[in-house]
Structure formats: structure tokens, C-alpha cells
């Protein structure tokens, strides 16, 4: 059950660039979008994803790994700006990120309307929000018919998860932003554990190594507190949420050991942050065990003792910068408009002021810009302002180093790496490093860094793999066991199992339909048997358990005389039955205005017929003995028309056993130019020492069989026309359920049988019916007196078909046995 399916990744945003991450996956069918985030360094329009180039009503699910703007903040117009909700397309996110989300978009849309590039009213968020279904990590989600996925911790801020998605067996682990540090109140990023087969990883820092947490918080806290010392203020540019409530967990305990400071404030100026604090306190269980154990001693690390909130009335930043030294976490992080650009601009031109940047600032953006440290700024008016603060620079962005990253990388041992998140240099950087890490290790590893809508498809070859449970699974089977059982699949995945366990295991049952049509016919019973065998080649006939007269049509369609002049079908419906019945039905509504029908009864006959044919219909099987000579004539026929003079041979009595296998067994020779081809007639195989001849020859055989062969000797299959309730001389009188070939066995007492008319072509040739004649012994060619039966048997080389019995196993599915009776009956 192996096949070679496509999968296809196209990014909207994030693919060689930091900023608006959209990843669309597409496979058998199946559309996943993870994230769908805005540009930091652009707004409007501009900052979208390209979102015009996916028709969104076809997407399943869309997932998104955490609150930040760049990563959800275009999921509102994604949803209610787009055909999104023309489709069945549902949103996920974990219940943290889901809380925080709605205050982070809130704050969006109050930056936004100041400008006329809002994207999106406070209705179509109060929308969008309605829309999100909430999920908890390692909680395993089927969103759709084939699909499942599951949310692993991340790390880098609340909420923040990666998952793990499975689309008809394929797995595709997507990281979003993640870490691999613990950090004061955050787990570090899980390993799934399970191997999937596309990894989507973040390249933020490229082959960059950060320094350990312990020396950057050191680090970190000293330079606070010299710019302090030195009648300072301190500007922390961080988002609202996330970093933030990591510094301000820092700095509360560095303040708590140095009581010279607590007369040095600290504030948040955000009223988000301020309004998200609840939340925060709200997911204690979701942090890591340090703030665990502390909330546990009724210690709420979120509770802090020497950081206040700072409202925004008027003319606060002012207030702020006259006033005594302290330090300040204004959003947003980019300094690109609000507190943190405001304070910024008053702080730049005194040299006793810093500046630390604390999180990754995105080209473009003023964090990116002011660390090169250039002798001035230019104001939101256009005003050019001299900046004489400090400026440093130390990274809590909660985002893998290379370190973190390639180590990450290896462990998850996926087949194809897709690196997004990042920028063009970092990006190639990092491709470059791990493919010569692979390569050292001769490892077959592909790396891929798509740019934005440039699609990737990836190519894999996999095998589907079917779970033996109940009964089959009691005894694990050894290896070469052929397991035999009812296949299930639902949604991609396979179960195998006993018929009997069914209704235990998958909740179905089975029954069997049981049809019945009535018809009235005005012609014998014999003429209905002779028309049928014209049909179908042979019938049998019997009686049932009732004892009424039937005939079984191919195993499958019972005609009984209920009455004189009234027969009833009955079958169990199935598609080929059905196919059967719809025959049988047809033939016998034509029976009385068949020209055979007429022909057959309009000869001087008395009175008191019954309408029974005197000879057998021409096109039945043939019973009697003369049934071997018929079938290899209508072969020979049938060559002989494909490749001139077909020749019999016969093994002699007297023949040695070097000679061969086929030596001693009838063939035919067929004869084409210079190459001969000899069929044997018992194993229906050909041999010859021409290729092309042999191949040619056994596409015709195959032809020839088909052919000469009714309908019932190629297809049926079904239950005997038995029944143990009927006496000994009621039961069956024949059966034919025979394949065509390879022939039978020659029968023991043979009734007499003319042979064929000899024929001497004028050529000087020896034709196929010669030849029979001149390989019997020579007292025994008379054209006028009859040939002994078994000799004109041999000199056919005729074996008879061997019988296959099918019960309730049989090809026909049935289980009913020998019994009528069905579960449900349709009556027509």
C-alpha cells in the first residue's frame, strides 16, 4: 500500500524576513495555516501577509502559536476580511495566548486608529475573538477528517506553543517562536515525542551565540544600576507582554537585595501590561517550577513590591524626565511610536540617560537603528534630535541561539528542515552550518529556506501501515504469518481485524438484503432452464428447503417455480448480484416473445406438451463427454484464425522421461516463420525459444480462454443448491462452478462420442482435425463407425476442469450458508 504523496509549503510572510508569519500546508486535500501575523516595520495594507494569494475558504484550520503581533495580529482581518468563513475553517490557540490575545489586539487597534490605516473595526474583533477555540498543550485535537494535531510548550512567552501536526500520517512539526532556556517563570520549549517528517523552525539569530541567562541578567542589572548612579533614567523599550514581565521579575528581586535602591522607582507604563498582570496570575499552572513552588507558599511572584504601574495622564513623560532617577519599560518594543518613542526623544539629548534593548529589534524599526549609535535621531516630526544617551544592548528575547537551535534541530531528526522567521543573511548562514554538520556526517538531511510565496514541495514516499487488534492480535504473529481480516479505515489510519469482532470494536454491524421479484411467464419450466443456459452456460438446478423447484444462476441468483406459471428471484443484493439479477430478469421477461421460444414449440407435437426443448441450447455448456473434444476445438479454432495451422501433438506410450515434462503431456504447435510455440493443454502454459512468439501466444490463449468460456465457468462464485433438510434424490443434481483452465481430468466411463469430420486440405498441410485423425492408432480411423470414448478422449487431449466448492466463505461475502433467510428483506 505504498505511495508517493506531495506536500506543499508556501509562506505568505516570514520566508527570508523577520516579521508577518503566515504558513500555509497543503496536503491530500487538506489545508493548515500556522500563524498569521503583521509587519512590525510597516502598517496598513503593507504590514498584511499575502493574503490575497490563498483562496482562504479552503483552509481547515489555522493555528496560531502565541500573541505576539507578528505572529496573530492579522488573524482578525484573515477572518472577517477575507472568505475565510465561506469555508469550514476553524482557529486554534492555547487558552493563555487566546486571554492575552484579545488585550493585545485591542491596544493594536488603539495605536491604529490614530492613523487612517486601521484594518479592521472593534466589531470584526469582537468577531474574530468568538471564532478562536481554546486548547490546552498535549491535548490531541481532530479538527477535520484526516487531521489531528497537538500543542507542545514553547517557551518564550505565556502560552506560546508549538505543534505538532498530522495530516493522513505526515507529520509536520511547526516551533513558531521558541526557546530552549528556562527563564524566571517559563518552561523551556518541549521535544515532541514523536519524529516528524517536516520540521518548521525558526532562524531568527542565525549561527549567533547568546550569552548563558545567569551572566546577561548579571550583566543586565549592573548596567541599570551604574546609569542610576549616575542620576540617570533608564528606558527599557519591551512589548507589553512577554519580555516585560520577565524584566520586571529581574529587576523586583535585584531590588529586593539592594535596599539602597528602593528609593528609586520603577515603573511600567503600559495599561495593557497592567490589565494582562491578571492573566498572568490567572496561568500559574502553566509556568515552570520555580513560580509553582512560590505560589504554593502563597508567595505571587506576580505580586511585585517595588514596581508600580504608571498612568498615562497628561503630561506624564515630562514628569517623568524632570523627576528623579528611574528606570521605565515602555512598548513597544521597536520604538517605533508610543511611550516608548515619546520618552526616547525627551531622553536622547542628556548623556546621564540610557537606553537598553532589551528584546530583537527588526530592521527598519528605531531599536534596530539606534544601536549603531549615530549622533542623532529624527523626531516622528521630522525633527532632528541629538542623542548623547547611552545605548546598549542585551538580548531577552526568549528566541534559540545556533547553540539551542542545531541541537534542537538534531534531536527532532526530521527528513526536511524548513527554516523561516529570519532574515535572508541569518537564514543562509544557518543553512550553510548545518549542512556542513550533516554532510561530516554523511547524513541525507534537506534544508530549505523558501522566500515568500515561493512555494515548496517536498516529495515523500510513504507506507501505510494497518493495526491488528481483537482476536488477530491475541497471539503475536512470526515473522511470514499472513494475517487474514476486515480492513477499517477512517480518516487515514488502518485497523485490521476479524469479522466477528466488528460490532466490538469499530461500533458496525452487517447484514444481508435478501430481494425478491415476482413475475408471471407462460412457458415450461424446461424452456426457462434452456434459455438460462443459453445465457449464462450452465445452471444448476434442485430443489430448495422448501422443496420447490429452483435454479441457481450463477451462485448467486436463485429462479424458483412457486406456482405454475409464476417464478421468483431471490438474491442477496449486492453489486454484482444485483448486475446478475438484472439479467436473469430481463432474459426471462423475453422468453415468451423470443424467436428460439417460438421456434422451439411450433413443430407437429400432440396436444399435451409441455414445451420442453428437444435439443440443448447452442450456446450452453456442454455436458456429456464430448465437453473435452468441443472446448480444445473452439481453442484450436480461435489459433488458427490468429496464426494459420495449429498442430496436435500427442505423447507416445513408449516416450522417455528425458524427453521432458511436456513431452508427455497434449500440446498444441503453433508455428509463425522460423519459430515454433507449444501450449501445453493441462498446464495452459506456453514455452518457446522466441520471446516476442511466446508473449503473442499467451495473449491470445488468454483471449481464447476468455472466449470459448461462459459466463458461469469464468465468474461464478456462491453457495451450493444444497439443503440438508432435503431427502437424498432431492438434492442438486449438478454443479459447475469450474474456472476454464487449466483443463480437468479425464473422465473414468465416457458415453460414445462421434468424432470430428476429417478434412485433407489441398495444400498438403495437415490441418488441427488431421491431425487427430493420424495420431490415433490406425484400426481405430474409420469415418463411418464411431470411435471408442476414450480414445477419442487422448487423442483430444482433453483434462475436465477440477470443481471448487464455495460456502459461506466464498467470493460472494455471503455468510448465510445454505439458508435463505436474510436480516432485512426487500420485497419488490
Known amino acids: 500500500m505504498a505511495d508517493v504523496p506531495t506536500i506543499k509549503i508556501t509562506l505568505l510572510g516570514a520566508g527570508q524576513e523577520v516579521g508577518r508569519s503566515c504558513c500555509v500546508i497543503q496536503y491530500r486535500g487538506k489545508t493548515i495555516v500556522c500563524d498569521a501575523g503583521v509587519h512590525p516595520a510597516y502598517s496598513g495594507i503593507a504590514s498584511l501577509p499575502f493574503v490575497d494569494e490563498l483562496d482562504w475558504s479552503t483552509v481547515d484550520v489555522l493555528l496560531i502559536t502565541h500573541f505576539h503581533l507578528d505572529h496573530a495580529a492579522a488573524l482578525t482581518y484573515i477572518t472577517e476580511k477575507t472568505n475565510f468563513r465561506d469555508g469550514k475553517g476553524k482557529v486554534y490557540m492555547t487558552h493563555p495566548t487566546k486571554a492575552l490575545h484579545k488585550f493585545m489586539m485591542q491596544d493594536f487597534m488603539r495605536m491604529s486608529s490614530s492613523t487612517s490605516d486601521a484594518l479592521f473595526s472593534p466589531l470584526d474583533l469582537s468577531m474574530s475573538l468568538s471564532s478562536i477555540i481554546p486548547v490546552s498543550a498535549h491535548q490531541v485535537i481532530t479538527p477535520c477528517p484526516g487531521v489531528t494535531f497537538t500543542p507542545y510548550h514553547a517557551g518564550h512567552v505565556l502560552g506560546a506553543c508549538m505543534f505538532l501536526i498530522d495530516i493522513a500520517g505526515l507529520k509536520i512539526l511547526y516551533t513558531g517562536d521558541y526557546s530552549r532556556e528556562e527563564d524566571c517563570h517559563l518552561v523551556k520549549a518541549e521535544v515532541p515525542p514523536f519524529r516528524p517528517d517536516v520540521l518548521i523552525i525558526e532562524s531568527t539569530y542565525g549561527v549567533q551565540t547568546l550569552e548563558c541567562r545567569e551572566d546577561k541578567e548579571q550583566r543586565f542589572t549592573n548596567l541599570v544600576h551604574s546609569i542610576i548612579r549616575r542620576g540617570g533614567h533608564v528606558l527599557l523599550p519591551t512589548f507589553a507582554l512577554g519580555r516585560a514581565q520577565e524584566l520586571l521579575l529581574i529587576l523586583d528581586e535585584y531590588w529586593k537585595k539592594h535596599p539602597d535602591l528602593h528609593n528609586v522607582p520603577i515603573y511600567y507604563a503600559s495599561s495593557l501590561a497592567r490589565k494582562c498582570m491578571a492573566v498572568y496570575q490567572t496561568y500559574i499552572h502553566t509556568m515552570n517550577a520555580n513560580v509553582r513552588s512560590r505560589f504554593a507558599k502563597r508567595d505571587n511572584p506576580f505580586v511585585f513590591k517595588h514596581i508600580s504601574n504608571l498612568p498615562h495622564t497628561r503630561g506624564w513623560e515630562r514628569k517623568v ?71 546598549d544592548e542585551i538580548s531577552f528575547s526568549a528566541h534559540v541561539d545556533y547553540s539551542q537551535n542545531s541541537e534542537f534541530i538534531e534531536m527532532v531528526k526530521a527528513q526536511h528542515i524548513v527554516l523561516v522567521h529570519g532574515e535572508q543573511t541569518a537564514m543562509g548562514r544557518l543553512r550553510a552550518a548545518m549542512t556542513d554538520r550533516y554532510k561530516s556526517r554523511d547524513e541525507d538531511v534537506k534544508i530549505h529556506t523558501p522566500r515568500n510565496l515561493e512555494t515548496l514541495e517536498l516529495t515523500f514516499r510513504g507506507e501505510r501501515v494497518a493495526k491488528a487488534i481483537g482476536t488477530l492480535a491475541a497471539q503475536p504473529p512470526q515473522s511470514g504469518d499472513l494475517l487474514s481480516g476486515l480492513l477499517v479505515a477512517k480518516d487515514y489510519s488502518y485497523t485490521l481485524l476479524d469479522p466477528r469482532d466488528l460490532r466490538d470494536f469499530a461500533g458496525l454491524s452487517t447484514c444481508v438484503v435478501t430481494q425478491r421479484q415476482k ?160 501450449i501445453n493443454l493441462v498446464s495452459m502454459t506456453v514455452s518457446s525459444t522466441n520471446e516476442a512468439l511466446r508473449k503473442r501466444v499467451e495473449t491470445i490463449l488468454d483471449m481464447a480462454v476468455s472466449t470459448v468460456s461462459s459466463l458461469n465457468e469464468s465468474f461464478t462464485s456462491g453457495i451450493a443448491l444444497t439443503s440438508e433438510d432435503i431427502a437424498q434424490h432431492d438434492v442438486v443434481k449438478d454443479k459447475s462452478s469450474s474456472s476454464p483452465m487449466p483443463l480437468g481430468v479425464v473422465p473414468e466411463e465416457p458415453a460414445h462420442v462421434t468424432p470430428p469430420e476429417v478434412e485433407h486440405p489441398s495444400d498438403g498441410n495437415v490441418s488441427m482435425k488431421q491431425e487427430i485423425a493420424e495420431e490415433l492408432p490406425a484400426e481405430d480411423v474409420v469415418e463411418t463407425e464411431p470411435i471408442e470414448p476414450k480414445e477419442a478422449i487422448q487423442a483430444a487431449a482433453v483434462v475436465k476442469g477440477g470443481e471448487r466448492s464455495l460456502g459461506a466463505d466464498g467470493e460472494d461475502g455471503s455468510d448465510s450458508g445454505s439458508e435463505d433467510d436474510g436480516i432485512l428483506e426487500v420485497h419488490n
Not at 518613542?341 to 539629548?349: D, S, T, V, Y
Not at 532589551?358 to 516630526?381: C, F, H, N, V, W
Not at 399435451?608 to 426443448?613: E, F, L, R, Y
Request: glycine share 8%.
Open 321 to 391: 524626565a524632570d523627576g528623579p532617577p528611574c528606570v521605565v519599560l515602555a512598548s513597544p518594543g521597536f520604538v517605533t511610536v508610543g511611550a516608548s518613542r515619546e520618552l526616547l526623544e525627551m531622553w536622547a539629548p542628556d548623556s546621564r540617560n540610557g537606553i537598553i534593548i532589551t528584546g530583537y529589534s527588526i530592521e527598519g524599526t528605531m531599536a534596530r537603528d539606534i544601536q549603531s549609535e549615530p549622533d542623532e535621531i529624527m523626531s516622528l516630526k521630522g525633527v532632528p534630535i541629538p542623542r548623547k544617551l547611552s545605548v
Open 519 to 678: 413475475m408471471v411467464l407462460g412457458v415450461g419450466w424446461d424452456l426457462v432452464r434452456w434459455h438460462l443456459e443459453g445465457m449464462f452456460g450452465k445452471v444448476e438446478e434442485g430443489l430448495d428447503k422448501d422443496g420447490v423447484p429452483t435454479i441457481r444462476v450463477m451462485g448467486a441468483v436463485d429462479v424458483k417455480q412457486s406456482q405454475e406459471h409464476e417464478l421468483i428471484l431471490e438474491w442477496d443484493s449486492s453489486a454484482s448480484n444485483d448486475m446478475i439479477a438484472d439479467s436473469t430478469l430481463a432474459l426471462l421477461t423475453g422468453i415468451d416473445k423470443s424467436p428460439a421460444s417460438v421456434k422451439l414449440t411450433t413443430h407437429p407435437h400432440s396436444h399435451s406438451h409441455t414445451h420442453a426443448p428437444e435439443h440443448p441450447h447452442p450456446h450452453a455448456d456442454v455436458e456429456d463427454e464430448s465437453a473435452e473434444v468441443t472446448r480444445i476445438q473452439r481453442l484450436a479454432m480461435f489459433l488458427e484464425a490468429h496464426f494459420g495451422e495449429v498442430e496436435l501433438h500427442m505423447p507416445e506410450e513408449t516416450d522417455e522421461p528425458e524427453q521432458g515434462e511436456d513431452a508427455h503431456e497434449p500440446s498444441l504447435l503453433v508455428r509463425l516463420d522460423e519459430a515454433d510455440a507449444l
